[in-house]
């Protein structure tokens, strides 16, 4: 029997209610038991796959640590070994470490429901817990959540789940294109009624079965298609035995949620949701995934979860111009480029004349002459020869690329793959040297793939195809641009929505401001957005002048021949979002509209307002347009758009003409977030209605003095 501690006795002491307050678990989920990462998983983890040079289960850690977690239990899968090892030698299990316990759970589990049946028969969950996956990547404070979450259980038992979602618009990069997940929600209660996944793929039913009688005991529900759900669950121990006594439940979401909301009748057990609309959270489930959250990481949305924050204890990134990353001992022969959204490894050289751009270089690679990297991740240790051309792959640790060879978008090179010269890689394949999983077959290298004298062969799986892996999982590339929204959609899409391209209609609240469509010329006009807000929100964070930041604006703006309305939309993103981060910090809505509109106004007019001479002020109305979109949803959304709308209007960035006219242009919108600014409105036209007859009597004045002046003489 373990000593007892001075805090183990204490801990005793406590109220069971009071421990359960006090102590936060989780669990975490390394295995998602999927075969999404193949080839690559054959020989590693998931959760210790590199994500920016960093292992993906660093930035969940990051996560539970500043979540306040302070029990955690790993269930390990596939590659024990290797996660154990990871952990004990990290900076998790040193004695500076924020966890009280990190325990690392052995389970022959093949599917999350088993696992969670195996967590239920060690009796190691107290209280309320947090369970994630172990690809989660977020900054999102847990605690509104939780309070939340705490303060519904105790007036009901039987809510034994809130789920954390995400809105991030129907079309976001990080969503899956195989499937949808939508949500049927009672907004008043925050509660999910109904959960089912729709397909996009042609000749599949796009349709969701809603219960009548939903529709019928709701006074109002919402049809939700525009979340990410980031596998981040706020649990109480119930739930666990609800996972027991059904062994059908093998998923999270596709069995256990479905089973559970289809079952209340009998059951009487709620599952409520908390959807973030500021923060950033994802899960990389898949290929695609992994690519657009390491652009999000790149592009600086998910900090300070960062390359230049330097989560492993031996990194050593410094944030350069163009949101380029380097490490120490970076090697840049003459004539070679490093282009914007870029990371290089410590120890990695570029040779004469080659070109990395919007790629990841993990540490001692060695990149020849003359070659293009574009859009491409390549681990550590990796070879590239001479003249070859890479692009959208992902190239694995200690594999060679021999000299003029080719590897086309979507390739999949696994660890220790050679390539010979003068090959072409098909955009199609998966190669690897790795045995097959529960096989003691040896493979034969294939020559019509990696080219004589190469090493490896292509993997085939016939597990792919699962029923929660039909999607673009086993691709980097998304490879049915056919399967794309339709007017079948459960919601639906303005494509001739005239407030700008980065935007999707959503008719209940606020959209993303990194929503997307799938268009090409969008993506460009997205990308732009995320990189122009995710930088003036770094400046205006750091405290940096006007000036700064408007240098930096204008020259991105001039790479990505930005508009008008594209800056405006930038800039309105940054300024709400650096203000809600501040009230949220305890500033009050006025205080902080003052200081960052006070300290930055000066930006709108150098950067997008310049109609102050025209009758019609279109600039102005598109500026508060967006203000008002970015207020739509948020919590005191019509206090911030009055104190904005005044604050602007005192520092001349609009006129009383303006807002006039962005009024009459809105009538209809939503009237809830116009509530307050509507008084601010008839001042303003009662002011002006007053001075036209103050001008118009000193006019009559002047004209009656002159008479009398020409009387007299």
Partial sequence: MAPRTAKGNAAKQKPKEEQREDTLQAVVLTDSYERRFTPFSLERPRCLLPLANTPLIEYTLEFLANAGVEDIFIYCGAHTEQVEQYINSSKWKLPTSPFHTLTLL??????????????????????????????????????????????????????????????????????????????????????????????????????????????????????????????????????????????????????????????????????????????????????????????????????????????????????????????????????????????????????????????????????????????????????????????????????????????????????????ADNTTVSGDSRLTTASPPNTDTSTQTDTNLVGKGGEGYGYTSDSDADSDNSDDSAHLIYKHPSATSSASSVSTIHPDDDTGPMYVRDSSRRESFISDHSDESTAQNRDFHVEATASILDGLSKGDSPDVIHLELLSQRLSANADDHMMRAALVAAFMKRISNMTDAGAGASEAVKAVFGTYGDLLAKMGIADKAAEEKADQVDFLALVERECVGRAKGESLLLFVAKECYVLDVVEAEGVEQWWVAGAGADEGVRRLVKDFVEWLRTAESESESESESEEGSEEEGSEEEEEEE
């Avoid at 389970?107 to 696992?115: E, F, K, L, R």
């Avoid at 979450?149 to 129907?170: C, F, P, Q, W, Y």
């Avoid at 997940?181 to 042609?202: A, G, N, S």
């Avoid at 692009?391 to 021999?402: D, L």
């Fill in 106 to 419: 052995k389970s022959t589990a093949t599917s999350v429901g088993d696992a969670m049946r195996d967590l239920d028969k060690r009796d190691l969950i107290s209280g309320d817990f947090l369970l994630v996956s172990g690809d989660v990547v977020s900054n999102l404070a847990i605690e509104p959540a939780l309070a939340k979450h705490r303060s519904r259980r105790e007036k009901d038992k039987n809510a034994i789940m809130t789920m954390v979602l995400r809105e991030a618009g129907s079309e976001h990069r990080t969503k899956s294109r195989g499937r949808k997940p939508i949500f049927i929600i009672d907004p008043r209660k925050e509660r999910c009624l109904h959960y089912e996944e729709m397909t996009r793929r042609p000749g599949r039913g796009r349709y969701v079965n809603i219960d009548p009688e939903l529709l019928s005991t709701h006074g109002e529900i919402e049809v939700r298609e525009d979340l990410i759900d980031c596998y981040v669950d706020i649990c109480t121990p119930d739930i666990l035995g609800l996972w027991s006594d059904n062994f059908d439940y093998q998923t999270v979401r596709k069995s256990f949620l479905f089973g559970v909301l289809k079952d209340y009748e009998l059951n009487g057990k709620t599952i409520h949701t908390y959807i973030v609309r500021d923060q950033y959270a994802a899960r990389v489930r898949s290929l695609r995934a992994y690519d657009a959250v390491s652009k999000d990481i790149i592009s600086r949305w998910t900090y300070p979860l960062c390359p230049d924050s330097n989560l492993v204890k031996d990194q050593t990134y410094r944030l350069e111009r163009g949101k380029t990353y380097f490490e120490d001992g970076v090697v840049l022969a003459r004539g070679s480029v490093v282009k914007c959204k870029s990371i290089v490894g410590k120890n990695t050289s570029i040779g004469e004349g080659s070109t990395v751009g919007d790629s990841v270089l993990g540490r001692q690679c060695h990149i020849g002459n003359n070659v293009i990297v574009e859009g491409s991740y390549i681990w550590d240790d990796a070879v590239v020869g001479d003249g070859s051309v890479i692009k959208q792959a992902v190239i694995a640790n200690e594999a060679v690329i021999g000299r003029n060879c080719t590897i086309e978008p979507g390739a999949l090179i696994s660890y220790r793959v050679r390539i």
